[in-house]
């Protein structure tokens, strides 16, 4: 079988959707890559900053690497801005929607609430921005360690001087999170919070 027989899903038979699992799970193997190359995309993306959006993001996982962070943290602080040429205006979500069935939940949190954070550093500069829009989630169990991810990783992470390291030495980590089972409550970890910093790496 090349394709499958029905124009309509509910016409569909046993074998086309067996055909079909059979596809998409050896599609669902690749994910790392795309999401690798997807990186290499933000270049063509927003501009006007010291370093490209690629910059910004390799330097948020090599100062999180370098922190001690564990390997969750280290591709949450990666991809956690993987959205913003597709979402634009909610690219926190559409990174934490990517990140969600393979990471601790409380990196998912951190990544899809860090654009309300971030306002704490510039949103006082601008009209209709409201710096304090992390209040809102004020008391939710993540909400220091989305503050020290934007602290040190994120808002800190725009400097051409700094000597990141190359995104072929994340790209292992990636393809490792990405082949864990979907959704493996071992990973998940719901309610479970983890340092952002352990033992500093040169």
């Known amino acids: ?6 124009t309509q899903m509910k ?7 067996e055909f079909l699992t059979a596809h998409e799970i050896d599609h669902t193997k690749h994910t790392a890559q795309r999401l690798l190359k997807a990186l290499v995309e933000l270049d063509e993306g927003l501009s006007g900053y010291q370093i490209t959006r690629l910059g910004h993001s390799i330097q948020s996982a090599t100062r999180a690497w370098r922190d001690g962070a564990d390997t969750d943290w ?15 205006y909610n690219h926190d979500e559409y990174a934490a929607t990517i990140l969600k069935p393979f990471v601790r939940e409380q990196c ?3 990544v899809a609430t860090h654009g309300d ?9 601008l009209d209709g921005f409201d710096e304090n829009k992390r209040e809102r989630h004020r ?24 000597d990141t390291l190359p995104l072929e030495f994340f790209a292992p980590m990636v393809e ?9 409550p071992d990973v998940i970890q719901p309610g479970t919070r983890i340092p952002l910093t352990g033992t500093p790496r040169a």
């Open 1 to 6: 079988m090349e394709r499958v027989s029905f």
């Open 11 to 17: 016409d569909g038979t046993k074998e086309d959707y």
């Open 74 to 88: 280290i591709v949450a602080a990666l991809l956690h801005d993987i959205g913003d040429i597709y979402a634009p």
């Open 108 to 110: 998912t949190w951190v």
């Open 117 to 125: 954070f971030q306002m704490l550093y510039y949103g006082h500069h």
């Open 139 to 162: 008391g939710h169990t993540y909400f220091d360690d989305c503050a020290e991810f934007c602290e040190r990783w994120d808002q800190a992470s725009f400097d051409p001087a700094y």
């Open 176 to 184: 490792g999170v990405f082949a864990r089972k979907p959704y493996d």
